[in-house]
């Protein structure tokens, strides 16, 4: 009985590890590429400088990694295209990342 409880509570740790360590992982990577790519215009913060503030967007980590690897022609420049440089990891670490600011 006592050896299932520890199966039990390896098996939950392992799940963890699995599934939320890489989601930390991936914000990491996002606010370094976030810094690289979007700060200048969106605040290191996200608070919104030349561009918006990204701290209230209603859009979901996949829609904005979406936009940010399609583009949208009703945005205005840079967005009206993919963004340079930017796999479709990196903007789902992005968009994960902005999920993140308050």
Do not use: N, W
């Not at 918006?52 to 859009?59: E, F, M, N, Q």
């Not at 904005?64 to 009206?80: Q, R």
Request: charged share 20%; aromatic share 6%.
């Amino acid at each position: 009985m006592r050896f299932g409880k520890m199966q039990l509570l390896f098996v939950a740790i392992v799940l963890c590890i699995t599934f939320i360590v890489p989601q930390f992982a991936a914000a990491d990577d996002g606010a370094a590429t976030f810094k690289a790519k979007c700060a200048v215009c969106h605040g290191a913060d996200g608070g919104g400088k030349i561009g918006p503030s990204l701290k209230t967007t209603t859009l979901s980590a996949d829609q904005i990694a979406t936009f940010l690897t399609t583009g949208d022609e009703a945005k205005k420049a840079p967005h009206k295209k993919p963004i340079s440089g930017l796999s479709a990891d990196d903007a789902k670490a992005v968009g994960a990342y902005v999920k993140t600011l308050k």
